[in-house]
Each structure stands twice: as C-alpha cells, then as structure tokens.
C-alpha cells in the first residue's frame, strides 16, 4: 500500500514533518514539499523568512524528537544550552530560579540561531532523496478528486497534483488556508515584538532570563559567542509605538532604555545588532483536521512569543502527526483517511490547548495593575522556589515533555 502525501511549506515545521515521514513511512509513499522559495545550494545558508536573524529557543523535548529524526547531531554545534531560567516581575518582589540540574537535565532548552536551523534542516531534506522537492512553487488550491484532492499549483512546478494528504505549513497568513475555506480566528494584542542580538560585558553563562514589565514581557536567551563577544537574544515586548522608537532609535539611545528596563544582570550591554519588530496576534485556525487535509505551525496556531512556545508546539504536533500516520498505515489506513486524522487531533488537543491558553494568558497577568492579583503573581513566583514538586511539574510542562511522555491511548 502507497499513498501521495503533499507538504505545502517548507519552513522549520514544513521540512521537520518532511523528515518525520520520510523515516516513518514506507517507501512505497510518495512525498512531495512544496515551497514558496527556491532551496539554495549546499551551505548556502537561510533562504526562508522564517530562517531570518532572529534565534529560537528549543525545549527539552524539541531535542528530543530532532534526536528520533537523527537531527540533533547536526545542530548541537550551533545550539547555546539553557541552564539557568530567571523569571521576575519588575518592581515587585516575586521571583523564580528554574534549574535544568534539578530536573537531571543537561539544559532545560537550547537556543539556535535561525539561520543555523535552516541550515541544517535544508541540508539534511537536500539529502533524503524520497522527499520530491517543488521549489519555487506554491500551492494555491485544492478541490476533490475520487479518494484524494486534486492540487492547483503556481511556479516552476506541475499545474496540478493528486495528494491523498495536503498538510498546509505555509505559515500564519497562510493563503492556501483562506483558500479553502478554513478560516482563522485574530486576536491582536495591540503589541509589537522588538527582537536582536546584543552583546554584553559578561558571559550570560547558560542563564537566561524572562522579565515582566509594565509594558510587556523582556526575554533575554544566551546564545553561543561570536568574535569574542558574550552575546544574547533579546525578544522584548512593547507598545507599538515604543517599539518603533527604539527600531529607529540611535544605538546609545536603544542600549539605555534596555538598562533602564533590564539592569545590569549581565553587566553592561555593549552593542545591539540588526534590529526588527512584528505585530503581535494569536492567530488560530477554525479547523485543523478534514478528509485528506490537515493544518500544522503557525498556520494552525500562532502565539505570543512568551515562553518561546510557538515552534516547540508545532514540533511535538509533527512529531505525533507522523506517529499517527504511520500508525495508521500500518493497520491498512489511508494517510489522508478522516480517522487517522482526528486521532492526531485528539492526541494533541490537551497539549494545545493548555499552551495557546497558557502563552495568551501570561503576559496579561503580569501587567495587571490591581494589587491583590499582584500579590497572588509575586507569590506564585515566589512559591515555586519553595514547593519544589510544583517546580517541578511546572517545568515539565513548559518543556512539553508531559505531552511528549504521556500515554497513547
């Protein structure tokens, strides 16, 4: 038994899911990617907006399933470890130290640039050849056809192809969504991301540090040093406004707001690099799971960037559709078959929907003005340190390894 699996997107999600089946499935399946942007050479580095200057944190449990794709090799080089996670609120008394040597782990994530992971993951899809590879290329329509669908395509590829399954991973503005009909729901935050990579006066040693302000979270995340330079990932949240003052700010000026905001854990900020800021929305896909048609990353959930959830979600969602797809195979099922894919969906929904609430949640908490939710925040935070069992569930959770461990049915 065969089947025709189309993946239109060949972001980070896109290409991990690519890996995933083409190591799960049969060689009798046909596995095509279809991509907006043409692959570049060998070593070439990014060619994809979601490979940009920006860095990614990875979750304990990202490394594990890159370590089931035979992935974690390769990027270990460029990955910074987390070893250390700060959370405090800015002028308030609440704090919390979570330690990867407290779970027995050897981090508790890993920060990469996304120019490293791009690399990495073209270069590993360049070298599975059962992945058939349709780039510049997008996929712009899909209509019934017998069992399957029938695709419309635009670019340098087939005017059409027959797919048993369309996974749509083109990304949260996600045209071919609206295409056909799925929908999304928007909600803005009235928010931008401010991000760069600054360098400071010391080593950020493995620490990296998640601050509550009054206009939004600061996330700071160590990245591996570059020409002698301690450096760091800052994911900044602001009003738009603010934000684009400080994108257009003089370097002196950027560095001092950061103090005045951040301090001095890290000793002085020395210099900031390229800068670039985004909008921010939680974007959700009204429905996820048809016959022959199934949504995945951004396009199906995109979220605040708090807690740097985002990707690790899609990643354990790749993770468990290519588990359930195999599993269904192997019992005579059709990838695209409507079972298979709402058994990926129940499998997954607790997992989504504890992290999208959890990363719409959290920033509005730690702006709140009114004292007694203020008091019960800082001794939130404050009590993690004291009860180390909830501390410790905490972090499991936030790795996603509770949904990584947790039993099938």
Known sequence: MGGRIVIAGGGMVGISLALALARQLP????LTLVEGFALPAAGAGSYHPSFDARSTALSYSTRQVFEQLDLWTALAPGACPIEHIHVSSRGHFGSSLLSATEQGWPALGWVVDNGWL???????LRATPRVRVLSPARCVDALPDGAGLRLSLEGEAPAELAADLLVIADGARSGLRAALGLGATEKR????????????AEDPAGRAFERFTASGPLA??????AD???????VWTLPPTQAAALLSASAEDFLSALRDAFGYRLGRPLAVGERHSYPLALVEARETVRRNLVVVGNAAHALHPVAGQGFNLALRDVHA???EIARGVAIGAGPGDLAVLQGYQARQAADQQRTIVASDLLPGLFMQADPLIGLARDLALAGLDVARSLKGGFVR???GMAALEAPRG
């Open 27 to 30: 060689e009798a399946f046909e």
């Open 118 to 124: 791009g690399r990495v993951l073209a270069d590993r």
């Open 189 to 200: 935050y009235g928010q931008d991301a401010l991000v760069a990579n600054l360098a400071f």
């Open 220 to 225: 700071l995340l160590p990245l591996l040093p």
């Open 228 to 234: 002698g330079a301690h450096r760091a990932a800052l």
């Open 321 to 323: 559709l290519a588990d």
């Open 397 to 399: 959770h936030a790795a």
